[in-house]
């Protein structure tokens, strides 16, 4: 793992929107959700070898390490939400209806070129720093 509990703990410390959400969550839990976060984050960048200079140990962190702190807080706040989101989209449910009782209509996240999870990565706050990641690679001759 690239990043560890350490950086991600500084990081949140000084984040005013996360701090005491991080805070309450224990260090098992953390490296769990931070491995999560780092194969989800290296999945979206279609990437295995990230090279260890993509990385700081100290402030002001790079923009893959603070996608990967951002995704894997979402991750904990949000886990209901995605396992829902996937299995909506898993098997096709879009809206369900019940007489008499009404009706409940569904985000379709996929789009045609990216899977539902990765849309939802892309939506989270990881996706402001995914978005400074140039992803057009051209070779001219």
């Known amino acids: 793992m690239l990043v560890t509990i350490a950086e991600a703990d500084d990081y949140f410390s000084t984040n005013y929107f996360s701090a005491d959400a991080w805070e309450a969550i224990d260090d098992d839990t953390k490296e769990l959700l931070l491995e999560t ?3 989800d984050i290296n999945t979206y960048l279609r990437t295995t070898d990230v090279h260890e ?3 700081t ?3 002001p962190y790079t923009p893959y ?3 990967i ?3 894997a807080l ?3 706040a949000h886990k209901e939400d995605i396992q829902s989101s996937m299995n909506q989209n898993t098997f ?3 809206a369900i209806q019940v007489d008499g009782i009404g009706r409940n209509e569904y985000n379709n996240y ?4 990216q899977d539902a999870y990765n849309t939802i990565i892309k939506k989270s706050p990881a996706g402001r720093y995914l978005n400074m990641f140039y992803t057009d690679i051209r070779i001219i001759r």
Not at 110 to 113: E, F, P
């Open 110 to 113: 996929a789009s045609q070129n």
């Open 57 to 59: 140990t100290e402030k």
């Open 53 to 55: 200079d993509c990385v």
């Open 37 to 39: 976060a780092e194969n």
């Open 65 to 67: 390490q603070l996608a």
């Open 69 to 71: 702190f951002e995704w």
């Open 74 to 76: 979402y991750l904990y």
């Open 92 to 94: 096709g449910a879009t």
